[in-house]
């Protein structure tokens, strides 16, 4: 589906964001792609779009070369970024005058999305909240049923209620065939929807796995105290939140927000029992 060879970009040859950065991603999965601000989150979305070109190395998405933005690359990934500028059009006329460029677009499924999101259909698109906007790019997105689905930071500007929404028409858009990749700095939008973790810090990706992997080799539990055998834990209401090595096959959920904080905070101990 998705591998990146050898890539090295930098918005300028002075400052390079990412050196020699591998990675492979299969259809699917739901990525959750995670990082600290300004780690580059985005700019790896960008590449694997087709949107920046590498300096070195490649980015190949189903074979395609993604600098070369061939049209049957294009007609088969749907980027949706931060920010959303729709036009003066409404619902209807939009999918009229783009749903066309993409083979598998399906109408009905769009309309069914926007009336779960309860967006009107007959407003001029321009003219709806931030939030609801968001909301018509990602209907409009899910439903282009492209291989490759991109989602960057796309729950920003949505309430409560609707990123429940928006958790549940994801994890039901998912098929063998597609693989979604969502990033974003609110970690815990992501719980119980994702299935593969990818942690990018300090310009290179030092993380990928799946859930189930991480949850065979750490524990996540709430103490009371803390024990010598915890890898990292953090205060809360409810006593210490604490990660451990996973020493008897138990299961634990993965706790997505404090796995990412260990990691982020130098804790190599953890990433070095994930990647052995």
Do not use: W
Request: net charge negative.
């Amino acid at each position: 589906m998705i591998k990146i060879s050898n890539l090295t970009f930098g918005y300028s040859r002075k400052k390079i964001l990412f050196q020699d950065l591998n990675l492979q991603m299969q259809e699917g999965h739901i990525y959750g792609l995670l990082g600290k601000n300004g780690a580059g989150k985005s700019t790896l979305l960008k590449n694997i779009a087709g949107l920046v070109f590498p300096q070195q190395g490649v980015c190949e998405v189903n074979g395609f070369d993604s600098s070369k933005r061939l049209p049957a690359f294009l007609q088969d990934l749907f980027f949706i970024p931060e920010e959303v500028y729709m036009p003066a059009l409404t619902a209807a006329q939009f999918i009229k005058s783009t749903g066309h460029f993409y083979p598998a677009f399906d109408e009905k499924q769009f309309n069914q999305m926007l009336d779960e999101f309860d967006v009107p259909a007959d407003t001029l698109l321009n003219k709806l909240s931030f939030g609801q906007q968001k909301k018509v790019i990602i209907a409009f997105g899910l439903s282009t049923n492209t291989s490759l689905l991109i989602m960057d930071e796309p729950t920003n500007g949505l309430d409560i209620p609707s990123k429940s929404q928006f958790r549940k028409i994801i994890a039901s858009a998912l098929t063998e065939n597609r693989c979604i990749i969502i990033s974003t700095h609110q970690v815990r939008d992501l719980d119980n929807l994702i299935d593969t973790v990818l942690v990018v810090h300090q310009q290179k990706i030092i993380l990928n796995k799946s859930l189930d992997e991480i949850s065979e080799e750490l524990k996540f539990s709430t103490v009371a105290t803390v024990g010598s055998d915890v890898l990292y834990a953090e205060e809360s209401v409810r006593g210490m939140n604490t990660i451990t090595q996973n020493t008897n096959g138990s299961y634990s959920k993965v706790d997505l927000e404090l796995l990412f904080n260990a990691i982020i905070n130098d804790k190599n101990t953890i990433t070095e029992i994930l990647n052995r």
